[in-house]
């Protein structure tokens, strides 16, 4: 299964043209009821905006979507989603609000507006990489836990919380190529000693 980027939070902007104001929101999604949840809480946060447009991609189903929202067709929707895919994001809604401000700002302008809010959303999120995913569960020594972490952490992983019984157990999300590779540097930083064991795999995200 090949990684993909997407969004993690959600990224806001503002962009104005003659009075008309953009309010530009993008999240990363899953389903297409993400999407409607999105967009009706933007319109509930911006209850004064005419139109409401927007786009998504969903990468289990390949679906690319867009709606002009009443806007003139292919000025709105269309252009949110090419900021989308030229950013080559997946899993992602963007929607756009726009307060008109008394000035018509024909196709062109239309185009430009819902683009740049679009693009401008985007660059306040947080880019990750989508990638196959494992969590490696280990037990340790009581007295080779605190290397253990240090040891994990100057090799780039985050180690979980850890739960204290006669072990110290602790959990870490790895990148699925990386699994076997790791179970067995901790074998040998723990001289044989951990416990190991992988878990299933599934999607994760890895900051670019």
Do not use: W
């Amino acid at each position: 299964m090949e990684g993909y980027l997407t969004v993690e939070g959600v990224g806001e902007s503002l962009f104005e043209d003659r009075k008309s104001r953009f309010y530009g929101f993008v999240t990363r999604i899953q389903s297409e009821e993400d999407v409607v949840e999105f967009r009706h809480g933007i319109m509930r946060d911006i209850p004064d905006a005419r139109h409401y447009c927007s786009a998504y991609r969903i990468q289990r189903t390949g679906v690319d979507h867009y709606s002009d929202a009443k806007e003139p067709h292919g000025t709105a929707g269309m252009p949110i989603l090419n900021v989308l895919q030229h950013r080559d994001l997946q899993d992602v809604a963007c929607v756009v609000a726009r307060i008109f401000g008394g000035t018509l700002l024909g196709k062109g302008g239309l185009v430009h507006a819902y683009s740049q809010a679009a693009a401008e959303a985007v660059d306040a999120a947080t880019i990750v990489r989508c990638i196959p995913c494992r969590t490696i569960t280990v037990a340790v020594d009581y007295a080779q836990y605190d290397a253990l972490v240090a040891r994990l952490t100057q090799m780039g992983y985050a180690p979980g919380d850890a739960s204290y019984a006669e072990n110290v157990t602790l959990s870490v999300e790895v990148p699925a190529a990386e699994d076997e590779l790791l179970a067995e540097q901790v074998r040998d930083f723990s001289h044989g000693r951990a416990q190991i064991a992988l878990g299933p795999e599934h999607l994760g995200t890895v900051p670019l």
